[in-house]
C-alpha cells in the first residue's frame, strides 16, 4: 500500500473519526483505525463496538491495500506535519510516514483484527439538512442524564409523530423538547449523543439521509456513514408531565434576567444552587441565601399575569436553559410550587423546557 494525500483533508478527517476511539479500554484494538487505499480514495474506518463510522476521502494512491493502525498516533504525526502532502507507504508490518523531511516508522497491525462492521440498515427512516439536525441536538443535547443507571436517559429521544419530527431529552428534574415538521412514519429511538458528536458541521445545504432497523440506526451523508447500537428503552413518557394549563404567565428580557440570576445565585449554596423566585405583578424577586455565605435578593420587571406564586429553581439549570434560547424575550408558564415551569423563547414554537422547582420547606424573608 502508498498513497499520498492533503495534510489539511487528512488532518480534518481523522480529527472527527478519533472521537470515537474510547479513551480507557481492555479492548486494545478499539485504539486503532482502519485505513484502506483502493479506488483512487482512502477509505477509513473506526469503532468503540457501539458505534462505527466510515469516512472515503481523495487521495493519490499508488499502491491499494490495507492497514490497521493507531488513530491518535496518525492523527498528531499529521497535525504536526508542516507540508501540504503526506506520503504514507507500507512495508513489512510497517507504516512508513514520510512528512517533508520527517519521516515516521510506526507499527501496524493485521487489518483482520478489526471487529466485524454490521450491515447498514436498509430502511430509510427520513432525510433532513445537516444543520437542522446540530441546531435541534444543540438544543436538546444538554440536559441528557449523568446518571448511568438510567440508561434509556442517557440518549436523545428522536421521535416521529403526526407529521412532526422530535428531539428529548431529560434528566428528571427538567426537560428538553425540540420540533420540526416532518413526514416520515410514526416510531421512536434513543441514539447515544456520542453518534452526533461524530457527525460534521457547517455545511449549510448537506443532506443527512437516516435508516433504521431492529436495534441499529444508520446515518449517510457527504462522505460518511455510520451505524449506531441503539439505546434499549423505554424512554420515560415524557408527554404526561408537560402540563397543558397555567395560573401564571411571565414575559421577561433574557439578559437583564441572566445578569440578575447570576447576581443573587453567588451566595446561594454551592451543591444545589438554589434560588427562590417570587413572581408577581410588579416583576420576580429573586432571593438567596447560604449559612456560610450570606443573603442576596434583586428585583427585575417583567409583564406578568395570573397568581403569584414562588417557586425555587436551580440556578445553573435556568441559566443552562436561557443560554440555549434565541430570542430576547422568554416566557415562563406556571402552574404551581411543586409542579415543572415551562420555558420558551417568546414567538418561538419549535423548542420548549421544563423545569421543575426544588423542594425547599422554607425561606426567611
Known sequence: MEFTINKNLLSKTLANIVKIIPPKSTYTILQNIVIEAKDKKLHIQATDLDIFIKKVI????????????PGKKILEITKEANIDSITFKLKELKLQIKAG???????????????????????????????????????????VARDMSRRPMNGILVQ?????????????????????AEEAPDGDLIVATKVFDLLDYGEDDEKLDVYIEERMMGMKYRNTAIIARLIEGPYPNYETVIPTSFTGTCTIDKDILDGALKRVSLVAS???????????????????????IGEAKE?????????????????????????????EEVVFQLT???????????????????????RIDSWEE
Not at 444545589?272 to 447560604?290: P, T, W
Not at 420587571?301 to 436553559?321: I, K, R
Not at 436561557?322 to 430570542?327: A, E, I, T
Not at 423563547?345 to 419549535?350: E, R, S, T
Open 58 to 69: 481523495p487521495a493519490d494512491i499508488k499502491d491499494e491495500g490495507k492497514v490497521l493502525i
Open 101 to 143: 523531511s520527517a519521516h515516521f516508522n510506526i507499527p501496524s497491525l493485521d487489518y483482520q483484527e478489526f471487529p466485524e462492521v454490521p450491515k447498514f440498515p436498509t430502511k430509510k427512516w427520513f432525510t433532513m439538512g445537516v444543520e437542522e439536525l446540530h441546531a435541534m441536538v444543540d438544543a436538546t443535547m444538554f440536559m
Open 160 to 180: 416521529a409523530k403526526g407529521g412532526e419530527l422530535r428531539m428529548v431529552t431529560t434528566d428528571g428534574a427538567r426537560l428538553a423538547k425540540s420540533v420540526k
Open 270 to 292: 454551592p451543591h444545589i444552587k438554589n434560588v427562590r423566585f417570587d413572581f408577581k405583578e410588579s416583576g420576580i424577586h429573586l432571593s438567596a441565601s447560604s449559612p456560610d
Open 299 to 327: 428585583e427585575v420587571s417583567c409583564a406578568y399575569e395570573g397568581e403569584p406564586v414562588g417557586l425555587w429553581f436551580n440556578a445553573q439549570f435556568v441559566l443552562e436553559t436561557l443560554r440555549h434560547l434565541s430570542s
Open 336 to 358: 404551581s410550587q411543586s409542579t415543572a415551569a415551562v420555558v420558551l423563547a417568546k414567538a418561538v414554537d419549535n423548542l420548549m423546557y421544563l423545569l421543575m422547582p426544588l
